[in-house]
């Protein structure tokens, strides 16, 4: 060990900055292999004086500000001693696993981008995962963790941030570059499996007959959608169709727009449907002493003729409570 | 033998939770009723989101109850006798007159305010100095209505 730290662990001793410094990228001989060539095996750093003297709040701005600059150094094309992008094998963290690949997170730039599109300009999250390549939860998720950000900076809670510039200097990162067509940071199209299509199923059919995805879904279960419509995506599905179709662009995009407005419209409709059913059903009395009660009007014969049906109301009779049973979910399910 | 509404305790230590039930009186507290009329959570729990006026208002503690009123009505038409907890939620809930110890015990609490009050402004108006402080917070707490 001593030997090796010695040897060619020597220059792990002081990080990359800009870079992942994952002993893939080195050789037997402790030399960085993507700069060989160029820098007789020498470790090159693109190390910028970190200013430890700022405020908390300063902070982030400086690692987007090192970020931009990272990103106009890259796109400037090779300069002096500037480190070349990491290869593919360069972002394996353990040499001998060869399947372990390090993924990139999503770069400060990138995450406020999502952010500004969906809080300040309003777009739905579906279209901003669309165009930055990023999938719909990891949208829905930066906006609340960014919510949550903006609002410790403005009650002035300090945040995490040397962590969280280490972190990002240590990883590979989707970077955002306006202007240049989005950089894909996942797929985001992916077709989640339903529990419904796990087991085998032998349907016979006609030859004649056309069995289309509508058909294999329903093959599984009566009320199965399709693939196309249950994948995370299916607007790209019907834009993909009409550009097959041969629709003009200028179509294709009114199109898209009314489908996208369609779906908008149902889905406001749905919310407000559940907000007036919460008023109809619920009301608040204040008591007179410091609590409220909350009073919700139920059906008492929802337990059935038996008495055991989940759907009656209150603590059943006659049937253990599982909550200490493995797998049982706690947490909140939905929100009201 | 007397049919009751009552409430019958299930839930874990330290909580509580309670259905409200139709059951004769004699019967067990937790023996199957012949009833179950809605819930009663005695814990408050904060208002959910949904359910608070403005986008950023403050939660207010609430105890949750759940009641099939129209089960309710006719179990008391037909002379079920709710318990006196029972009776308490009723009558916040408007299906039964407020007892008439709550009335008396209501009308007390708000006598017995009344004399604070009246306590510390003569204190007040003898000293001279007039202690902000103390009169702030005394009309700050809400007197029970006595009604």
Not at chain 1, 70 to 82: A, F, V
Request: charged content about 35%; hydrophobic content about 30%.
């Amino acid at each position: 060990m001593f030997a090796w730290l010695q040897g060619p662990g020597r220059g792990l001793r002081h990080p990359l900055k800009g870079s992942t410094n994952y002993l893939g990228a080195y050789n037997a001989r402790g030399e960085l292999v993507r700069t060989k060539g160029d820098a007789q095996g020498k470790r090159t750093s693109l190390a910028k004086p970190v200013r430890d003297d700022l405020d908390e709040e300063d902070e982030l701005e400086a690692i987007r500000e090192r970020e931009k600059a990272d990103n106009t150094e890259k796109s400037g094309g090779k300069k002096g001693n500037e480190l070349p992008p990491e290869r593919p094998q360069d972002l394996r963290p353990f040499p001998l696993n060869t399947y372990f690949k390090s993924q990139p997170i999503l770069s400060e730039d990138l995450r406020e981008e999502i952010w500004r599109r969906v809080q300040q300009d309003g777009s739905n999250i579906r279209i901003v995962s669309a165009e930055l390549g990023v999938s719909i939860e990891r949208v829905a998720a930066v906006v609340r963790m960014k919510e949550i950000e903006k609002r410790w900076v403005a009650e002035g809670k300090p945040l995490a941030t040397p962590y969280s510039r280490a972190v990002l200097s240590m990883l590979p990162t989707t970077p955002f570059s306006p202007g240049r067509p989005p950089i894909v940071h996942e797929p985001i199209n992916d077709l989640r499996v339903h529990p419904d299509t796990k087991h085998q199923v032998f349907v016979p059919v006609s030859e004649s007959r056309h069995f289309t995805r509508e058909d294999a879904g329903k093959a599984f279960s009566a009320d199965l959608l399709s693939t196309e419509k249950r994948i995370p995506h299916p607007e790209l599905v019907e834009l993909e169709k009409d550009i097959v179709n041969g629709v003009e662009p200028r179509e294709r995009i009114a199109r898209a727009r009314e489908r996208m407005r369609q779906e908008e419209e149902t889905r406001q409709k749905r919310e407000e449907a559940r907000k007036k059913r919460i008023e109809e059903s619920v009301k608040v009395f204040n008591s007179g002493n410091r609590f409220m009660f909350r009073f919700e009007e139920c059906n008492a014969e929802a337990v059935g003729k038996d008495g055991r049906s989940h759907k009656g109301v209150g603590w059943r009779y006659g049937v253990p409570h599982e909550d200490r049973k493995k797998g049982q979910v706690k947490i909140p399910k939905y929100v009201l | 033998m007397v049919v009751r509404i009552r409430l019958a305790r299930f839930g874990k230590r330290n909580n509580p939770f309670y259905n409200i039930v139709v059951a004769q009186s004699k019967s067990g507290r937790n023996k199957k009723p012949m009833e179950v009329l809605g819930t009663f959570d005695p814990i408050p729990k904060e208002s959910p989101p949904g359910e608070r006026g403005e986008p950023g208002e403050k939660a207010r503690l609430v105890k949750d109850i759940r009641l099939d009123t129209a089960r309710t009505k006719y179990w008391l038409g037909v002379g079920a006798q709710p318990s006196e907890p029972v009776w308490k939620l009723l009558s916040i809930l408007g299906l039964v007159e407020r007892s008439f110890r709550e009335d008396q015990l209501r009308k007390q609490a708000h006598e017995a305010d009344e004399r604070h009050r009246a306590y510390w402004a003569a204190k007040a108006a003898e000293s001279g100095s007039l202690s902000t402080d103390s009169t702030a917070t005394i009309t700050k707490a809400a007197p029970l209505d006595p009604q």
